[in-house]
Each structure stands twice: as structure tokens, then as C-alpha cells.
């Protein structure tokens, strides 16, 4: 290897990604270059300054290949204008000629004889601790959980199970609606992330209403180490040269400023004010993209909004889509069509037609409703309609499960149930594309607690009231005037309230912003209260200040004051009190104000504190809601159609044009009550179950449990962080404090902050301290430490000695590891059928195979170190006895390789082939199933085929061992 100038068409190595094999130089300008490495299928681009890369030149001796497989031993090495031209002599015999452009790109380097050879002879805690890399590594990839362990979340089935589902397909294309508080941005960020990780996509575009791009930052910073980045027209105009200030005030139209990054996040309006800017985002390939609020784009057979117009043209150009809305049945079937149209326009290209379905569908809920039934399988031999109606809709498939319920084993019959369930799970209905869980199904919510607070009622009021107009009268502080916060009751209640409860947190919501910034002064200023102030004025940096302050553990706001924002995507679920200082006419902004803190994860009873007037419009509100909804002690689905039934003579009332209060609420109650019992008989059970299977659902959890292993992370990145020179103190229980090192063997270990970081490996304390950063195997620092030491020559090489009585004093032994490399795209996820991680080999001087004999254990144990002089001399004088031992190591190992690429083969066809023929299967009944993902699994089993059957075995590292 030497260092060139980069020109296109050389080829280079990469220092970091040793599976790369061998790249080419396909452009070089304005301090970058690009790699293209044929072997992954895949480009790279660096700072041409500080490239992890090497420049390929072999020497007189060496054995290459060409991209056509000949392989030639070189006689001669020629260099000309930056190009290598290799003179070697071919199989045959005769000399020919080959260009560097043609070498074989599938090879590797950094050979471990090589190094041994030449003295570079490792310690044998380096070593071991490869040893122990490529086993962790392989158990990893080969985890059913892989791409889920990483994320600082809750184990909550219904998540996990989503994630696992939708990420494991092709390019899905899925709605999540489920319910408020259930965790919609996780379940997506579960998805991206092991889309990631699975190499099944690279480019993800995130678009969000304005105010939560701060806070989908934050999140997917925090829970999933994924690092964003903000798109907004003043940075788009820096990349393209367009801002002023510009040295040469040129633009470059070449540059698609969305390209600059792989996860790109932006705010919907940044797209629909700027066309160019769409067009722009349209054209960056993306391999996903996330939709937060969907449920904002309207869309009617006449006529599409502008923001749906623009998703519309992204969803057409983007091959994975994730649309996050609200609970559909609160939407109607118009806007949830909308929302389907976006993920497959051709499946859902007529209302009409889709309402026909919907109905249709609600027979095949019912038989399922009736399978699941405690004496289903007893009605099933006794009904023959039931029978006929099964066959209906699941074909000779239903005769093979039912004749199966012959059978005395009351597990046998339930597991032959739950087969026809999920059986009809998946082919009817809109489930394959829609996931929505409900608080009913989800266990785990907190209860909800009114408390009201009756004030008496200020002379000022009453005195302005006469003609004040609805606003007025729901919200005193526009009729008392300028100064309403000496005359305001509930001003003082507050105050009063908050310096009685100085321990508890508090949110306190108002629906106009000067009504929240007045207020917020007033506490801190003359009351003493620490306070932080949020709403729609301020700066979404001021406001992520703001919450950050409010969710602090030590010297932090007490309460939070914030306007209608605040109950719109912001998550506060640390506190428990919410104070509703006026209260909103619509029953949506109610729910989402309580929804702040009625989440997954709320340990506490939320209490909800109102205060009112005594006998105001405010009162006739407050039991509009609770005795007529009940509508604060519970979620109420049914409220925004209760409130449209009886809005104009709530209005009357609020108005005083109407006095009949009681009767108003009396009624609400009663058509309350009436459509939840509707709104029960007809909800969606089908989709309900097919959004979470709680077996499928808990075998993930539990997969993932066995996965993380904590402790032996934790003491394998203590070895690996003493090997490299990484500052380790211990914290405290499960956690460590890190800093880098005065001796560190790198120049900067993957993930350390330069000021150092607190650590830990349990789920359980990360998720209640969050300053401390959540190390999982999937964890950026523990990948990086792994494909640090992998694709590197690190402890490739050693050298011991051992006392073994069966063996006489001086006998040579060699411990060899191979590897199955098989270069291939990451996405083709072709580690997951490799049966082994490595492949051990230990021969002696006699060709005797030991490797059953000599266990690693017995060298961990019994193998002892030697001075690194004394080690280097030995090697030279026995140099010729290794390199046969060598070979001798390579000939048993490929007696071997056969059979395990028969093996990775059988199990990738019959993985392949169980899975085409479900979909298969599937697509006959159930048209949410789309040829792509038939088609994606066809090609894939082709290429994987491929790649396997041209896997070889390559030495990742050997150990000579001298008997004393």
C-alpha cells in the first residue's frame, strides 16, 4: 500500500470497512472523493484530506485476480501518470497484461501471516478479545431482534410488535393510527432504525408540522442515537450558495441540498412554500419516509389541499412510506381513504369502491370475533354455515386447520384456533397497511382525576358581561382588561396552589399565548414561583429550553406555562398535575391538553385541576364535559360527534340564550352513552387484533430480552475499552463514567464525547436517567468499537506457550480462524444464513487436526505470554514450519467450507421459499399486498444464491502455540 494523489480509476482499499473489498476511484474535486466498491454495490464519499483509505499496489510475487477471475503472478510492476499497470505470468504460462481498473473487486487484505511475519505479533488479550467480537457479532446479526435493541424505550408489546412487523419488510408503505399516547414517534423510529441497521434502507426524509422538529430532533437523538438534519431554507441557500455573504455570490444548481445528508428532517411548510424546494426533495432518492400528523392533509373527492398535494407528490417518488395520524373513526371514511390513497394510489383509487370493502370486511370481524369465543372450537364441529363461511374466506386452507381439531389436546385445538384467526388476519382487511392499538387493548394508562375549583365570581365580570361574546365569557382576562391579574381569582388560586405543592411538577395550560406569557411573569416575578414560559411566539430553540428546564430533575421549573401549543405533540408524562386555566370549546383540544400526561408510562394518577367561576359560562362548560362526556376522567371517542349533535345549543347556553343547562347535559349523556355502545359494536376488532398479536407480540419482547445481555456487554466493552486506552470509572450500579484517555490507541474511539460521558448498560436506569447515555449492542460506540476491531488487523496475530504433558517440550501447534466471507450488500442481510461466525482450526507439526482437543478455553487458561522479542525471534526461526502449517490449516478448513455454504443455501431457500409462498398465498385474498414485495423476495433469493455459492473462507487470524 502507498499514498497517491487521488485520480479516477485507481483503486483503493477502505480502512474502516474491511468487507468493502476493492474500490474505485469514480470522481475527485473540491476535497472530496467518491468511491464506488462493486463488492457492496454501494459509493462512499470523504474528505479527500483525511480518507480512511489505502492505495492497492501489489509487489513482484503477489497472486491477483482479475475482475474475470484469471488469476496472474506478477512479474513486473509499471506506473504511469498515477496508473498501475501489472506484467504477470497467467495459469498457462503466458505473460499478459493487466490494468489496475480490471482487478478483481471482491478481495481482501491485511493478511495475519503477513503481519506475523514481519513481527507485528499481538498480545493475547487482543486476540481473545477478537475472538470474542466475531462471536458477539455473529449472534447479533444472526438475532430475530436485530435493529430493535438499540432504542431507549419501554418493552411494551404492542411497540415492539409493530416494529418488528413493519420493518422486516420490503419498503413498507403502513399507516400508525394508534390511539393518543400510545407512542405513534416510537413505533416509527423503531422502524427507521432497523431499517438502518438491517441495511434495508440508508436515505430517510422525516417531514413534521412546524413546532414538533425540534422535538423529532431530540427524540430520535435520544431514544434511537439516529442524528438528524434540520432542513430550512436559510441552510438549504448555504449549501447551494445562495445566501448573501457568499464570497463569489455564485449558485450552484448542481447541488440538491437534500442530498447533503442520509437522515434529513423538515417542517411540511418548508415543502409547500417552496416549489423548488419540493421538487428538490422529490428528486433525493429516499428509501423512507415519515409523515408525522397526516391527518392534517385534506384531501376530498373535488379537491386536495396543498400540503396533501405535496406528501402526494413525495409518496410517489419515496419507496417506503410511514403516515402517522389520528384514530381513524374520529376522522371519517373520506379522510381515511385520503390517507390510504397516499401508500398505494393504485389499490385505493376509488371511494366508492373502498366504502363497498369497509362493509365487507365487517363479516369477516364478526368471524373472528367468533373464533376467538371460549367454546369456538365446539361451535365450529356443530355449525356447518360456519364451516361453509371459513372456506369461504380462507379456502382449502380451512379444511387442514379444522380436520386438525380432532384432537383430545386442549392446546392443540387453541393453537389450531389462533392458526384460522391469524389466517383470516391476513388476507381480509386493511391490517397489512393500517396498525391502530387502542387504550382498551394496551394495559398500562394511568386513571384520571378531576378536580374543580369553585371561585367566586369578580364584580369586573359581571360588570362587562352583558354583550361580551363567547371568548369573552370563556376567558375572563379579556374582559377584566389590562389589569386582570390583580383582579383575576384564579390568578391567586394558582399561586396559592403552587406554593402549597412545591414538590410537584406542574403544566399549566391557557389558550392564548399573551394569556400564558402575562401569567408566566406575574408567578415568577411577584409569587416567587420557578416557572418556564411556552408558546407559539417564542423560537422552537426557546421552547426546547423551556421544556428542557421544565423536565429537569435538579434546580427546574416547577411549572411549565404554555398556550394551546403546549398540548400539541409535546410529551410531559415526568409530571402529573395538569392545570387547565380556561377550557377549550373543542373536545379534540381537551383530550390532547390531557394527553400531555396521560401517556405509556405515567406512573401516577393525573390530576386534572379546573378552576372556574362560580355559576359562569365557564361552569356550564365544565359540566358540559364531565357529567355530560365524562370527558376528563376517561378518553371519549365518540366526543367531537356528541359536540356536533349539540353544539349550537351549547352555544345558547354558554351565551346565556339558553338557561336549560341541566337538560343540555342530561341529553349529551344519554347520546353519549348511546354512540359509545355503538361505537363498541362497531369497532374494527379485525384491525384491533391484526395490530398486535399479543403471542407474536410477547415472543418479541422476549427475543429481545435474551438478545440484550447487559452483563456480558458490559464486560466485554470494559475489556475492549482497556485495550484501547478508554478512561473506565465505575458510576454507580450498571453504570460507568467515560472519558478518553492520555494514551488512547486511536486518535478518537466511535461515540466518546471529547468531554467524556456517563454510561450505562440497564434499560430500566436509562430510561429514568437521562443524562446518561444507553449503551446496547446496537449502541453507535459498541458498533463502532466492533467494526473497529473487525475490519482492522487488531489481534489477528499471537503467540503463547503452554505446558501440556500428552505433548513434548517444543512441538509446534497452530490455532487458525476462519471466517465464511461472502461480500454482498448489507441489505441482502446474507449474515443472518452463515451457520457459523468462524470456523477453528488447530494442527500440529504432524498435520494432526487438534481442533476438537485443544478447546479456546484450554488457551485462555493454560496459554502463557511471551516477551515480544523472544516471540518475533522464534517466529523467524520457524517460519518455514508455519507457513506449511498454514496451508495444512487451510486444507482442512476447505474440506469444510462445502458444507457450510450448502448450509447457508438450504436455509435461505427454505426461508425464502416459506415466506414467497405466504405471500403468495396471501395476495389471492388480500390485494394490500403488493407485487413489489413478491417480486423484492424472487430477486432477492437470486442474488442471495449468488453470493453465497461465491463464499469463501478467508484467515482472519491465527495464533502459534510452542508446547513446554
Known amino acids: ?20 473489498g476493492l474500490g474505485i476511484v469514480v470522481e475527485a474535486g473540491n476535497r472530496r472523493v467518491t468511491v464506488s466498491f462493486p463488492a457492496i454495490g454501494e459509493q462512499r464519499t470523504y474528505a479527500a484530506d483525511n480518507a480512511p483509505l489505502s492505495r492497492v499496489l501489489y509487489n513482484v510475487g503477489d497472486r491477483i485476480r482479475s475482475a474475470d477471475g484469471d488469476l496472474l503472478d506478477v512479474l513486473e510492476v509499471r506506473e504511469e501518470g498515477g496508473y498501475i499497470t501489472y506484467l504477470g505470468r497467467d495459469q498457462s504460462g503466458n505473460e499478459q497484461c493487466l490494468e489496475e481498473l480490471e482487478l478483481d473487486s471482491f478481495v481482501q487484505f491485511s493478511k495475519p501471516q503477513d503481519r506475523l511475519f514481519a513481527g507485528q505479533i499481538d498480545k493475547l488479550s487482543r486476540f481473545e478479545l477478537r475472538q470474542q467480537t466475531l462471536a458477539h457479532n455473529h449472534r447479533h446479526q444472526q438475532s430475530p431482534a436485530l435493529g430493535l435493541l438499540g432504542a431507549r424505550v419501554q418493552l411494551l408489546p404492542h411497540q415492539l410488535y409493530i416494529g418488528h412487523e413493519v420493518a422486516n419488510r420490503h ?127 385534506q384531501w376530498s373527492e373535488q379537491q386536495a389541499s396543498p400540503e396533501y398535494q405535496c406528501i402526494e407528490t413525495l409518496a410517489k417518488a419515496v419507496t417506503g412510506l410511514l403516515l402517522l395520524t389520528a384514530t381513524p373513526e374520529q376522522l371519517g371514511i373520506e379522510s381515511h381513504f385520503a390517507r390510504l390513497r397516499l401508500l398505494d394510489p393504485d389499490r385505493y383509487y376509488d371511494l366508492q369502491k373502498f366504502c363497498d370493502e369497509e362493509s365487507d370486511y365487517q363479516r369477516v370481524s364478526e368471524l373472528v370475533e367468533q373464533l376467538t369465543a371460549s367454546d369456538s372450537a365446539e361451535k365450529l364441529r356443530q355449525s356447518s354455515l360456519l364451516k361453509r363461511e371459513l372456506d369461504h374466506y380462507l379456502g382449502n386452507q380451512a379444511d387442514d386447520l379444522l380436520a386438525a381439531l380432532n384432537t383430545d389436546s386442549e392446546d392443540d385445538k387453541q393453537h389450531v384456533m389462533d392458526e384460522l384467526v391469524h389466517s383470516l388476519l391476513d388476507r381480509h382487511g386493511t391490517g397489512r397497511v393500517l396498525f391502530r392499538n387502542t387504550r382498551d387493548g394496551v394495559a398500562g394508562f394511568p386513571e384520571r382525576r378531576l378536580n374543580p375549583y369553585k371561585l367566586a365570581v369578580p364584580t369586573e365580570y359581571l360588570n362587562r358581561l352583558d354583550g361580551a361574546d363567547l371568548e369573552q365569557r370563556l376567558k375572563p382576562e379579556q374582559l377584566l382588561g389590562e389589569g386582570w391579574l390583580a383582579h383575576d381569582p384564579r390568578v391567586k388560586w394558582l399561586a396559592d396552589w403552587l406554593a402549597d405543592n412545591r414538590d410537584q411538577k ?63 405533540g409535546r410529551n410531559f408524562q415526568f409530571a402529573r398535575h395538569l392545570v387547565m386555566f380556561d377550557l377549550p370549546l373543542n373536545p379534540d383540544l381537551l383530550e390532547q391538553r390531557i394527553g400531555r400526561l396521560d401517556r405509556i408510562g405515567q406512573r401516577h394518577c393525573v390530576q386534572i385541576h379546573v378552576p372556574f367561576y362560580d355559576n359562569s359560562p365557564q361552569f356550564t362548560l365544565l359540566r358540559w364535559y364531565h357529567d355530560g362526556l365524562n370527558a376528563f376522567e376517561r378518553v371519549c371517542p365518540v366526543a367531537s360527534a356528541v359536540h356536533t349533535q349539540f353544539g349550537d345549543q351549547l352555544r345558547a347556553c354558554l351565551l346565556a340564550e339558553k338557561t336549560d343547562v341541566d337538560s343540555l347535559v342530561a341529553n349529551a349523556r344519554v347520546a353519549t352513552d348511546a354512540a359509545l355502545y355503538e361505537f363498541q359494536q362497531g369497532r374494527d376488532r379485525l384491525l384491533e387484533i391484526s395490530s398486535c398479536h399479543p403471542q407474536k407480540a410477547e415472543q418479541v419482547v422476549e427475543q429481545l430480552v435474551e438478545a440484550e445481555s447487559p452483563r456480558q456487554l458490559e464486560a466485554y466493552m470494559e475489556q475492549v475499552f482497556d485495550q484501547y486506552g478508554v478512561e473506565h470509572n465505575h458510576h454507580s450500579l450498571d453504570a460507568l463514567v467515560l472519558e478518553p484517555g492520555d494514551h488512547m490507541a486511536v486518535e478518537r474511539f466511535p461515540g466518546l464525547l471529547d468531554d467524556g460521558m456517563t454510561v450505562t448498560f440497564n434499560r430500566h436506569k436509562a430510561l429514568s436517567r437521562e443524562e446518561m447515555h444507553f449503551l446496547s449492542w446496537e449502541h453507535p460506540m459498541v458498533a463502532g468499537a466492533m467494526e473497529m476491531i473487525l475490519g482492522s488487523d487488531f489481534g489477528n496475530t499471537a503467540l503463547c506457550t503452554l505446558k501440556l504433558p500428552p505433548l513434548k517440550p517444543g512441538t509446534l501447534l497452530l490455532e487458525t480462524t476462519f471466517t465464511l466471507h461472502c461480500s454482498a450488500p448489507k441489505a441482502l442481510q446474507v449474515q443472518r444464513y452463515l451457520p457459523v461466525s468462524s470456523l477453528r482450526v488447530v494442527v500440529d507439526s504432524n498435520g494432526r487436526d487438534l481442533s476438537g482437543v485443544l478447546t479456546p478455553d484450554h488457551l485462555q487458561r493454560l496459554g502463557k505470554k511471551v516477551a515480544i522479542a523472544t516471540a518475533q525471534e522464534l517466529v523467524r526461526q520457524v517460519r518455514p514450519q508455519i507457513n506449511e502449517l498454514i496451508e495444512q490449516a487451510q486444507t482442512l478448513a476447505g474440506k469444510q467450507q462445502g458444507g457450510l455454504v450448502e448450509s447457508a443455501l438450504e436455509k435461505m431457500q427454505r426461508l425464502q421459499k416459506r415466506e414467497l409462498q405466504r405471500l403468495q398465498a396471501l395476495a389471492e385474498a388480500n390485494p394490500n399486498i403488493r407485487q413489489e414485495e413478491i417480486e423484492h423476495i424472487r430477486d432477492t433469493s437470486e442474488q442471495l444464491a449468488g453470493y453465497l455459492e461465491a463464499a469463501e473462507l478467508r484467515l482472519d487470524s491465527l495464533r502459534v502455540v510452542v508446547t513446554v
Not at 408566566?520 to 426546547?544: I, K, P, T, W
Open 1 to 20: 500500500m502507498s499514498n497517491s494523489r487521488f485520480i479516477p480509476g485507481q483503486r483503493w482499499v477502505s480502512n474502516t470497512e474491511s468487507d468493502a
Open 171 to 297: 419498503a413498507p408503505r403502513v399507516l400508525l393510527a394508534d390511539e393518543v399516547g400510545l407512542g405513534k414517534t416510537i413505533e416509527a423510529g423503531l422502524i427507521i432504525h432497523q431499517q438502518l441497521v438491517s441495511g434495508r434502507a440508508s436515505r430517510v426524509l422525516v417531514v413534521v408540522p412546524d413546532s414538533l422538529v425540534h422535538q423529532w430532533l431530540v427524540e430520535m437523538l435520544r431514544r434511537f442515537n439516529l442524528m438528524f438534519t434540520i432542513l430550512d431554507e436559510e441552510r438549504c441557500q448555504a449549501l447551494t450558495g445562495e445566501c448573501d455573504g457568499d464570497e463569489d455570490g455564485a449558485v450552484d444548481d448542481q447541488i440538491n441540498p437534500f442530498e447533503s445528508a442520509q437522515l434529513v428532517l423538515c417542517n411540511l411548510s418548508f415543502l409547500t412554500n417552496s416549489e423548488q424546494r419540493l421538487q428538490q426533495a422529490a428528486d433525493a432518492s429516499w428509501d423512507l419516509m415519515v409523515v408525522d400528523e397526516a391527518h392534517h392533509l
Open 506 to 568: 406542574v403544566l399549566v395550560i391557557c389558550a392564548q399565548a399573551s394569556t400564558a406569557e402575562q401569567l408566566e411573569g406575574h408567578l415568577n416575578v411577584r409569587c416567587g414561583v420557578r416557572s418556564a414560559l411556552f408558546h407559539e411566539g417564542m423560537s422552537l430553540v426557546q421552547r426546547d429550553r423551556a421544556a428542557a428546564y421544565f423536565a429537569d430533575e435538579d434546580e427546574s421549573a416547577q411549572a411549565l406555562i404554555c398556550s394551546e401549543i403546549g398540548s400539541e
